[in-house]
């Protein structure tokens, strides 16, 4: 079994900046997986959820959607098990509930991905 916890969400003003960790804890290798942050808004189901930014196993390449380049960062340490996104410049159209997800492929599509936690809501007020 799989853990996936997600933390750092809140309540935050346009402008500002918030830092998501996830832990991962279970059976999966952790360096073995790619991770990605997907965000999902009220009113649409988890299959419309959208791919904010992914790396790779090894930390070495990453990807962004367009809507968050050059704001937000991820990153990995795979001694903790760990993967951050830090979001700078929030905007209100940011808020979403952030899954942290493992793939053992990697990429933007959401059915390659195999174990997610609940999600951290972030919620960006004008």
């Known amino acids: 079994q799989v853990q996936v916890e997600e933390s750092g969400g809140g309540l935050v003003q346009a402008g500002d900046s918030v830092m998501l960790s996830c832990v991962v804890s279970g059976r999966r290798t952790f360096d073995k997986y790619a991770m990605g942050w997907f965000r999902q808004v009220p009113g649409k189901e988890r299959e419309e959820r959208e791919c904010?930014?992914?790396?790779?196993?090894?930390?070495?390449?990453?990807y962004y959607t367009d809507s968050v380049k050059g704001r937000f960062t991820i990153s990995r340490d795979n001694a903790k098990n760990t993967v951050y996104l830090q979001m700078t410049t929030l905007k209100p159209e940011d808020t979403a509930v952030y899954s942290c997800e493992l793939s053992p492929f990697g990429g933007t599509q959401p059915d390659v991905y195999v174990d997610w936690g609940r999600g951290t809501q972030v919620t960006v007020s004008s």
């Open positions: 904010v930014a992914t790396i790779n196993y090894s930390g070495d390449t990453t």
